[in-house]
C-alpha cells in the first residue's frame, strides 16, 4: 500500500477556481491528461472539472479509472452527467467508499488498513455558478464560502496560517497562486512527505476552458528558487521588525 | 473526560532554556507555583524543573499529583533523586505510562479513550549542562539538539514554519522568546482551541534561579495586541515583496 502524505488545496474566487498541489508521489491517471495529484476532466462548453487526490493512493487510483470506465462504458451517471457540480461531488463520494470499504478489514491480518482518501472536486457545467467541494473518505462532502473561500486536504496545518492571512474570496488569482506557492513551499519546509514539483492551475469563471493559467514548478524551476529565497528574508525581516519584547520585561 | 488541546513549546539556546505555552484550559497544580500549563519546581541551588503538558487533563494532573505526593513522602525516585534532568525524565515518563494504563481499556464501554498525555520536561541539575526533553504517552523521550533546538507537544504543526525560520542554538533568548508568541499566535489565528493567556519563561544557563525571565499576556495585554497586529501587517508586506508571478506565465 502507498499512502502518499501530501498537501493539496483550492481557492473559490470571484475571478473563478485556483488549484494547487504538490507531486512527492507520481501517479494518478485521466482521460484528458496527467497531472499528478490534479486531474483534470474537460468537456468544451460543457463543464471542466478538476481533482485533487490525497491519501492512500490505491484508493484514489481506483476511483480515478472507475471514473474513467464510466465514462467509456457511458454509465447512467457518470462525469458527464448532472447538472451541478455537487452531483459529480456524490458520485465521486460513491466510488470512493465503495473502494474504501473493499480494503477495510474490521479484524484479520488486514484490520486496520487506512484505505481512506480524500478529494478535492471544484469547477464549472453549464451557466451555473463555479463551485467548489471536498469530499471526505465517508463520502460527503462540504462546500467553500465567502467566508472560508479555501479547501485544503492533506498535510494541511503548516501552510494554513499565511492562507487565513491573504485569501479573501476577492482576492485577485495571480495573488491567490502566489499564496499558494508560499503555502505549498511552508509545508514542504517543515514536512518532507511534501514535495516538488508543484502545480498550480487557474479556472476563470465562465470560461468553460480547461485551463486559463497552469503551470508546474520543478525543484530547479528558478521562480520557486526565488520565491523561497524571497519569502525568508521577507519573513525575517518581518520578524525582526515586531515591536520589542523588553518593555514587557520592564512591566512585570 | 478533559483533553484539552494545547500547544506547548520549549528551546535549548546557548543563553538557556526558553518555555512558552498556552493556556486555554486552566488545570495543574504543582508545589511551587500555579502557571496554567507550564509547572515549575525549583529547590535552590540545586535544581531548576519546568514541565509543560498536554493531552488528556486527567492523566497530566494525575502524574503532577503523584510527582507532589513523591516529594513530600521523600519516595525513593523523586524531582530531588537523579543526577541528570534525563532521570527526572524517565520517572515522569513512568508515572504518565502507569496513569495512562488505569484507564485505557482494550474492551468493553471505555474502550478507545484516549487517556494519554505528552510533557516537556526542560530543567538543570547542579553543574551539568540544561536539558531538554520531551516525555510520550509511552515513557520514553526525545531531546534536543544542536540542529534541532526545540520541542513542540499538542498542536504543534501551525506554529512550526516559523520556528523553522528563526531558531537557531545561539539565537538570542529575547528573540526566541519573541519567535515563541508568534508562534503560539498563529496557532491560535488558525486553531480554536488553543488560546492566551500566555506564558513565556526564560531559565538562565548555570543559574539554577527558578525563572530569570517571565511573563504572562493576557487576551487583552497591549503588547499581545501590537505584537499580532505588527505581525500580520509586516507579513503581509512580506508577502506583497515576492516576486511577480507574470514572469512564470510568459515562460509556460
Not at 485521466?30 to 468537456?43: A, E, G, I, L, P
Not at 485551463?211 to 519569502?231: G, M, Q, T, V
Request: proline share 5%; glycine share 6%.
Amino acid at each position: 500500500m502507498v499512502c502518499g502524505m501530501t498537501y493539496c488545496l483550492a481557492m473559490s474566487l470571484d475571478d473563478g477556481l485556483v488549484f494547487c498541489a504538490d507531486s512527492r508521489t507520481n501517479a494518478g491517471a485521466d482521460r484528458v491528461s496527467t497531472y499528478s495529484k490534479m486531474h483534470r476532466f474537460s468537456f468544451p462548453r460543457d463543464r471542466v472539472l478538476v481533482l485533487l487526490s490525497s491519501g492512500n493512493l490505491a484508493t484514489s487510483q481506483a476511483v480515478l479509472a472507475q471514473i474513467e470506465r464510466d465514462l467509456e462504458s457511458s454509465a447512467e451517471v457518470n462525469l458527464k452527467s448532472g447538472d451541478y457540480v455537487s452531483d459529480i461531488a456524490d458520485y465521486v463520494g460513491e466510488l470512493l467508499v465503495k473502494e474504501k470499504t473493499k480494503y477495510s478489514k474490521p479484524s484479520g491480518p488486514d484490520a486496520g488498513l487506512d484505505a481512506s482518501a480524500t478529494f478535492i472536486l471544484g469547477g464549472q457545467i453549464g451557466e451555473h455558478a463555479p463551485e467548489l467541494y471536498m469530499i471526505y473518505p465517508e463520502g460527503n462532502h462540504i462546500t467553500a464560502s465567502k467566508s472560508q473561500p479555501y479547501l485544503q486536504i492533506g498535510e494541511t496545518k503548516y501552510g494554513k496560517p499565511i492562507l487565513d492571512r491573504i485569501i479573501r474570496s476577492d482576492t485577485h488569482y495571480v495573488t491567490a497562486m502566489t499564496c499558494g506557492i508560499v503555502s505549498l513551499d511552508s509545508t514542504m519546509r517543515s514536512n518532507a512527505t511534501v514535495g516538488p514539483p508543484l502545480e498550480c492551475l487557474f479556472y476563470a469563471r465562465d470560461s468553460l476552458e480547461p485551463h486559463c493559467r497552469y503551470f508546474k514548478l520543478d525543484e530547479n524551476h528558478p521562480y520557486l528558487a526565488k520565491i523561497r529565497e524571497s519569502w525568508d528574508a521577507n519573513v525575517r525581516m518581518a520578524f525582526d521588525q515586531l515591536p520589542n519584547l523588553d518593555q514587557v520585561f520592564a512591566n512585570e
